[in-house]
Each structure stands twice: as structure tokens, then as C-alpha cells.
């Protein structure tokens, strides 16, 4: 009779659970190893490289990127400042065609008028409707005797009294002005005396001296400078050749002024010949100088 094997049967069964067991070992540590680099939280998903065709599908689908603004435009230097010229038209009340039409000039002139002409309440309307400077254009005794300086005149033989009297009517004839000046005078503007009451009458009322220096020997300027008066003279006379050529020359000189001083001023009067030179010349004075009213000259 065969004998039985039982213990080979057992071994058997040993090698199976063994094996499982591997199996599910192995199984899990997959598992674990998947769980940890894919899945679990805060984990960066794998990039794997796009589709060629997808990823141009997708490029195409996004919106277009906004064009980015130009840069700032480049601020350029502030230009040097523009020599400053004032032009003073005198005489300004007794004419009525030419002096009307220098007014109409689009050039910041400055006007003198003298008191009690004919049309000086008119135009001193229109220079004020456009702003300009107004001066009272005060005659003053010349050295000739020839030369009448009109009404309302100062003269070497009046007393304190007197001048002050004349400057109070020939003021309110003018009103509006922000400054005098002399009409002739070449021998009123020499006498120390007179000169000081008449000054110390501007002081008074705050107004500017233009001295429009018919002599040389004019004690006005440094006077009023002595007194604290705000005061300017004049450089250049721009007519005294009444043609327009001329008076262009002179412009030109005036100019040339401005640029080697910062300023300068000058004196026209109501004549053809000026109006025409201004006419021509208002371009160039535009683009070369800053043309202002006398005001801003006189310190």
C-alpha cells in the first residue's frame, strides 16, 4: 500500500500566498508612487509637450494683444526768451485817417495822445478796447521858440501851483494813461526845478515817466530815478525821415538794440510813411521780438 505526500501539498500552498502577497506589495507601492507625484494637493501637473496643430488652434483663439501705447514724446528745450521792443505812437488825437488805421495795425504798439485833439476821446476808446498802453503825451516848452507845443502845455515860467494845475487837467483830458511823456520840451525837460514838481505830481499818482529825450541834457530819466519814480527813455526816434525804407532802417537798428541790451524802445508818430514801414515790417517783428507795451520797460 502508497504512502501519502501531505507536506508538498503545504508547500505548495505557502508558494501561492507568497506570491499574492508580492503581487499586493508591489500593487500598492504603484499606487502610493502614483498618488504622490500626480495627485496629491499642491502637486504640479506634468507639461507634456502641445500638439502642433492644437496649440496653433489655441493661438489663434486668443484674443490679440493690446498695441502698446507710443512713448511719450520728447519734451524739446523752452525757447530762448525774445528780445523785448516797444514802439510808441505820438501825437495820438489830432489825425484821424492815419491814426485810426495804426490802431487797426495787429501789432501791440503803444499810443501817446495829446490833450484836447479833435479825436482824442475816440481813439483813446479804441486803444483801450484792444488793450494797448495808453500815454498822455504832455507838451513842454522847446528851445526854439518857433516850435508851439500846443495847449495844455508846460512852461519854464510857471510856478509849483501852475505845473501841478496843467498836469491835473491834461491827466483828465487822458484818461486811462499809465504813463507820460514829452511832447518837444527840449528846453522844459532841462530845468531841474520844474522837472521835480512835475515828477513828484506822477509819483503822486503812481503813473511811469517816459522820457522821449528831445535834448540831451534832459535831467527826466535820472530824476525820476532819484525820486523812485518808475521811469524808461527812449532809444531810437523811427521817423524822423519820413520814408518807409527809412523807417525800416530803423526798425532794423531798434532791433539790433533789443539784442545786444534785452530792450529797447522807440518812438514813431502818426505819419504815411510809418504806417507804411509797420505794415511791411509786422512779420518780421512778430518772428524776431516781442513786442509789448512800454509799461513793461519802464523801472
Not at 232 to 253: E, S, W
Request: hydrophobic share 40%.
Amino acid at each position: 500500500m502508497a504512502r501519502k505526500k501531505p507536506a508538498r501539498k503545504k508547500k505548495g500552498r505557502k508558494s501561492l500566498w507568497l506570491w499574492f502577497f508580492l503581487s499586493l506589495l508591489l500593487l500598492c507601492s504603484i499606487a502610493a508612487t502614483v498618488y504622490l507625484v500626480f495627485l496629491r494637493p499642491g502637486t504640479s501637473k506634468p507639461v507634456f509637450p502641445p500638439i502642433a496643430g492644437v496649440a496653433k488652434k489655441k493661438a489663434a483663439e486668443l484674443p490679440a494683444k493690446p498695441a502698446l501705447p507710443p512713448p511719450p514724446a520728447r519734451k524739446l528745450p523752452k525757447p530762448v526768451h525774445l528780445p523785448r521792443v516797444s514802439i510808441i505812437i505820438d501825437d495820438m488825437g489830432f489825425q484821424e485817417k492815419t491814426c485810426a488805421e495804426l490802431l487797426d495795425l495787429d501789432l501791440n504798439l503803444s499810443f501817446a495822445f495829446l490833450p484836447f485833439g479833435p479825436h482824442t476821446g475816440r481813439q483813446l476808446a479804441e486803444a483801450r478796447r484792444k488793450n494797448r498802453d495808453i500815454l498822455l503825451h504832455l507838451p513842454m516848452e522847446a528851445q526854439d521858440r518857433q516850435w508851439v507845443p500846443g495847449p495844455g502845455a508846460l512852461l519854464n515860467g510857471m510856478n509849483s501851483r501852475e505845473i501841478q494845475a496843467t498836469l491835473e487837467s491834461d491827466l483828465s483830458a487822458v484818461p486811462y494813461a499809465l504813463g507820460v511823456n514829452n511832447h518837444m520840451g527840449s528846453s522844459f525837460t532841462e530845468n531841474r526845478a520844474a522837472m521835480r514838481i512835475f515828477l513828484a505830481g506822477l509819483k503822486e499818482k503812481r503813473l511811469f515817466f517816459l522820457d522821449s529825450l528831445t535834448s540831451p541834457r534832459s535831467v527826466g530819466y535820472p530824476l525820476a530815478k532819484e525820486l523812485g519814480l518808475r521811469a524808461a527813455r527812449r532809444d531810437i526816434f523811427i521817423d524822423n525821415h519820413q520814408d518807409a525804407q527809412k523807417v525800416m532802417q530803423q526798425l532794423d537798428t531798434l532791433i539790433s538794440l533789443a539784442r545786444k541790451k534785452g530792450s529797447a524802445i522807440g518812438i514813431g508818430h502818426p505819419h504815411q510813411a510809418t504806417l507804411d514801414a509797420l505794415r511791411q515790417y509786422q512779420a518780421k517783428l512778430r518772428e524776431e521780438i516781442e513786442l509789448v507795451g512800454v509799461s513793461r520797460l519802464a523801472q
